[in-house]
């Protein structure tokens, strides 16, 4: 699997958009993005996935550059249960769809 | 619709000891996946299960092992328990190998 690179820390103002960028050059061209966030000592919770175009679902948008060496997942109105350790990785559908985790980027919303 | 579930929700065990932890699948899932996450980390990959088999394994020993039912239901067992393997344990489970995996809350295993 593709590594990701994540920034380790970010702020965002309550009510502004998050953009949460991730860095993945090396992804192949089977293997897509997931996005997943963890509030503390809870599960992992999946938000939004894509191969090659951008995606939006409740949740959130991403948006995967043409070359696909990178993405940006966006919440559009970030609140204060939005803080939390969101995790980018590249997944191959033919590894199982096995989830390595990296160390993800710490958002905190502030009021 | 229930989600993923595990039991128990917390757990201390000692040294040496064994202990078999429980995950019930998302309605309509078949595969089950267990990851290992250790304080201030992001998890690790211990194996999964479909058709009631070990699919795929990552880098744990023996002493971890697992059993999938016939109802898709998992457990995960660890033999001879060591101080290191406290942690919380997820499981994850997926409509089929390929398909996008949902987590469960967790156990919580404090080992002394």
Redesign the interface.
């Known amino acids: 699997d593709a590594k990701t690179t994540q920034p380790p820390s970010m702020d965002c103002a309550e009510g502004r958009a998050a953009n949460l960028p991730c860095n993945h050059s090396t992804i192949s061209g089977n293997e897509y993005v997931?996005w997943?966030r963890q509030i503390h000592?809870?599960?992992?919770?999946?938000i939004i996935?894509g191969l090659k175009n951008n995606e939006t679902n409740e949740m959130a948008s991403l948006i995967i550059t043409e070359d696909r060496k990178s993405s940006t997942l966006i919440l559009p109105h970030a609140t204060l249960r939005d803080t939390a350790v969101y995790?980018c990785i590249a997944v191959a559908?033919?590894?199982?769809?096995?989830?390595?985790?990296?160390?993800?980027t710490r958002l905190m919303v502030k009021p | 619709d229930a989600g993923v579930t595990q039991s128990p929700t917390h757990l201390i065990k000692t040294r040496g000891q064994q202990v078999t932890l429980r995950c019930s699948p998302k309605s309509g899932h078949d595969t089950v996946s267990w990851y290992q996450q250790a304080l201030g980390q992001g998890p690790q990959f211990i194996f999964q299960y479909y058709e009631e088999e070990e699919r795929q394994r990552g880098n744990f020993p023996d002493r971890f092992s697992g059993h999938q039912f016939p109802n898709y239901s998992s457990e995960l067992n660890v033999n001879a328990l060591l101080l290191g393997d406290s942690a919380l344990y997820l499981c994850a489970s997926s409509l089929a190998v390929r398909d996008t995996q949902y987590f469960g809350p967790g156990t919580r295993l404090t080992v002394l």
């Open positions: 997931y997943y000592s809870q599960g992992p919770q999946y996935h995790y559908p033919n590894a199982g769809n096995m989830l390595t985790f990296g160390g993800g």
